[in-house]
């Protein structure tokens, strides 16, 4: 069945460091590919999306691209800020899952100053 | 801009109590969701409606029941509180039942079964 993969955290760095958390999936057609992000005590929030591979989505400097020889969509971004401190979660979508998405544990970003 | 709507958003129930979540969305979305988050597991999907008038059980249905009352609305009902439904639960919603959808949260009701 369709699954989602992504690093442990908590993953902790200095302010202006580059980011990257890696995301892989098994998805038995071809998904759609996501990053929510979830700030202290708040619900989940949109952070980008990919529909088909090789696209690149993107947003408040981060970006993720769909690759599918390698079932990854890591997300990126050059340097981080303290208020990028958060819950991000990777998950995909497909017929394959009935349309429902299917969710990384989620990683925990520290950004220390 | 209200969005999806969760109430309460503190609850505290002694086992075998009952209790009733309540969602509501003002975007004209047609699909909604029930999902409760518990540390290192991400979200699991408890039910769904992928449109009015349909509900659907998701991957953790078991002590819980949905009631999608009109387009807006879909309340999420626990009828024998235990403690491993300790959690946190999310009430989303999305435009359209399919792939590429984005899902709008609310802001949570954090649950306790003592």
């Known amino acids: 069945g369709n699954s989602v993969t992504q690093m442990e955290g908590p993953v902790t760095l200095s302010e202006e460091a580059f980011l990257t958390i890696n995301c892989t999936y098994t998805?038995?057609?071809?998904?759609?590919l996501f990053w929510y992000v979830q700030y202290p005590g708040e619900g989940l929030q949109l952070l980008l999306k990919a529909t088909k591979a090789d696209d690149k989505g993107s947003n408040k400097g981060f970006e993720a691209t769909y690759r599918k020889e390698t079932t990854s969509f890591h997300l990126e971004k050059g340097s981080v800020q303290v208020s990028d401190s958060a819950v991000y979660f990777c998950?995909?979508?497909?017929?394959?899952?009935?349309?429902?998405?299917?969710w990384g544990a989620g990683t925990k970003l520290i950004i220390k100053p | 801009n209200a969005g999806v709507t969760q109430t309460p958003k503190f609850q505290v129930l002694k086992t075998g109590q009952s209790m009733t979540l309540q969602c509501a969305q003002d975007?004209?979305?047609?699909?909604m969701y029930w999902y409760r988050q518990d540390p290192g597991m991400g979200l699991r999907l408890i039910y769904y409606s992928a449109s009015e008038g349909t509900t659907d059980k998701g991957e953790v249905p078991n002590g819980y029941n949905v009631s999608r009352l009109n387009k807006r609305e879909f309340s999420l009902r626990l009828e024998s509180a235990a403690p491993s439904q300790t959690s946190v639960y999310f009430c989303a919603s999305r435009r359209f039942f399919g792939a590429a959808g984005e899902l709008f949260f609310g802001e949570g009701s954090r649950l306790t079964v003592l």
């Open positions: 998805a038995t057609g071809y998904p759609s």
């Open positions: 975007m004209n979305h047609n699909s």
């Open positions: 998950a995909l979508s497909d017929h394959g899952s009935n349309y429902q998405l299917i």
